[in-house]
Protein backbone atom coordinates (compact mmCIF):
# COMPACT_ATOMS: atom_id res chain seq x y z
CA UNK A 1 0.00 0.00 0.00
CA UNK A 2 1.82 3.67 -0.80
CA UNK A 3 1.42 6.48 1.69
CA UNK A 4 2.13 9.65 1.27
CA UNK A 5 2.93 11.77 4.26
CA UNK A 6 3.16 15.88 3.59
CA UNK A 7 5.23 18.79 6.22
CA UNK A 8 6.14 22.17 5.37
CA UNK A 9 3.32 24.16 5.49
CA UNK A 10 2.00 27.06 7.77
CA UNK A 11 1.46 30.48 8.47
CA UNK A 12 3.63 33.28 6.47
CA UNK A 13 3.04 36.73 5.26
CA UNK A 14 2.53 38.33 2.06
CA UNK A 15 5.77 37.84 -0.24
CA UNK A 16 6.72 35.07 2.02
CA UNK A 17 8.32 31.60 1.09
CA UNK A 18 7.80 28.49 2.26
CA UNK A 19 8.72 24.80 0.78
CA UNK A 20 6.39 21.49 1.27
CA UNK A 21 7.65 18.46 1.16
CA UNK A 22 6.23 14.96 0.42
CA UNK A 23 7.60 11.64 1.02
CA UNK A 24 6.00 8.45 -0.46
CA UNK A 25 6.53 4.79 0.43
CA UNK A 26 5.30 1.13 -0.10
CA UNK A 27 5.09 -0.05 -3.86
CA UNK A 28 6.25 2.49 -6.11
CA UNK A 29 7.27 2.23 -10.00
CA UNK A 30 10.37 3.68 -11.29
CA UNK A 31 7.69 5.72 -13.62
CA UNK A 32 5.21 7.59 -11.85
CA UNK A 33 3.85 11.67 -11.33
CA UNK A 34 3.65 13.45 -8.19
CA UNK A 35 2.62 16.43 -7.77
CA UNK A 36 0.39 19.26 -5.39
CA UNK A 37 -3.20 20.17 -5.47
CA UNK A 38 -4.46 22.56 -3.59
CA UNK A 39 -8.18 23.86 -2.23
CA UNK A 40 -8.93 27.09 -0.56
CA UNK A 41 -12.44 27.49 1.43
CA UNK A 42 -15.44 27.32 -0.62
CA UNK A 43 -13.07 26.65 -3.62
CA UNK A 44 -12.57 23.54 -6.28
CA UNK A 45 -9.44 21.49 -5.87
CA UNK A 46 -7.04 22.72 -8.31
CA UNK A 47 -4.24 21.44 -9.43
CA UNK A 48 -1.14 23.61 -8.80
CA UNK A 49 1.99 21.88 -10.15
CA UNK A 50 2.74 18.45 -11.45
CA UNK A 51 6.20 16.61 -12.07
CA UNK A 52 6.99 12.97 -13.79
CA UNK A 53 9.86 11.21 -12.69
CA UNK A 54 11.57 12.01 -16.11
CA UNK A 55 11.19 15.73 -14.35
CA UNK A 56 9.05 16.97 -16.71
CA UNK A 57 6.96 19.31 -15.07
CA UNK A 58 3.34 21.52 -15.29
CA UNK A 59 2.28 24.26 -13.83
CA UNK A 60 -1.10 26.70 -13.42
CA UNK A 61 -0.83 29.99 -14.56
CA UNK A 62 -1.03 31.64 -11.45
CA UNK A 63 1.79 30.32 -9.88
CA UNK A 64 4.34 30.24 -13.16
CA UNK A 65 7.24 31.93 -12.20
CA UNK A 66 6.55 31.80 -8.31
CA UNK A 67 6.55 28.01 -7.42
CA UNK A 68 9.39 25.13 -8.18
CA UNK A 69 8.12 21.40 -8.01
CA UNK A 70 10.96 19.50 -7.54
CA UNK A 71 11.81 15.81 -6.88
CA UNK A 72 13.83 13.09 -5.53
CA UNK A 73 13.54 9.91 -7.14
CA UNK A 74 15.52 7.99 -4.86
CA UNK A 75 13.81 8.80 -2.30
CA UNK A 76 10.68 8.86 -3.59
CA UNK A 77 9.80 12.86 -2.62
CA UNK A 78 8.77 15.79 -4.03
CA UNK A 79 8.92 19.34 -2.70
CA UNK A 80 7.00 22.30 -3.65
CA UNK A 81 9.02 25.75 -3.14
CA UNK A 82 6.66 28.41 -2.97
CA UNK A 83 7.99 31.90 -3.01
CA UNK A 84 6.25 35.28 -3.69
CA UNK A 85 3.15 34.18 -1.50
CA UNK A 86 -0.16 36.19 -1.68
CA UNK A 87 -3.53 35.78 0.38
CA UNK A 88 -4.62 34.00 -3.01
CA UNK A 89 -2.29 31.06 -2.33
CA UNK A 90 -3.47 30.76 1.14
CA UNK A 91 -5.59 26.75 0.95
CA UNK A 92 -5.10 23.23 2.12
CA UNK A 93 -2.08 21.59 -0.04
CA UNK A 94 -2.40 17.95 -1.11
CA UNK A 95 0.62 15.77 -2.69
CA UNK A 96 -0.44 13.11 -4.85
CA UNK A 97 0.78 9.94 -6.92
CA UNK A 98 0.19 8.60 -10.05
CA UNK A 99 1.74 4.77 -9.99
CA UNK A 100 0.51 2.12 -11.35
CA UNK A 101 -2.54 3.08 -12.93
CA UNK A 102 -3.88 4.48 -9.06
CA UNK A 103 -3.60 7.91 -7.74
CA UNK A 104 -2.60 8.27 -3.89
CA UNK A 105 -3.33 11.37 -2.18
CA UNK A 106 -1.69 12.88 0.66
CA UNK A 107 -3.89 14.21 3.97
CA UNK A 108 -2.72 17.65 2.95
CA UNK A 109 -1.06 20.37 4.78
CA UNK A 110 -2.36 23.67 5.25
CA UNK A 111 -0.98 27.01 4.19
CA UNK A 112 -2.45 30.19 5.25
CA UNK A 113 -0.62 33.74 3.50
CA UNK A 114 -1.51 36.27 6.10
CA UNK A 115 -0.34 39.73 7.76
Known amino acids: QVQLVESGGGLVQPGGSLRLSCVGSGSIASFNVMGWYRQAPGKQRELVASITSGHSTTYVDSVKGRFIISRDNGMNTVYLQMNSLNVEDTAVYYC?????????WGRGTQVTVSS
Open 96 to 104: YLVNLARTT
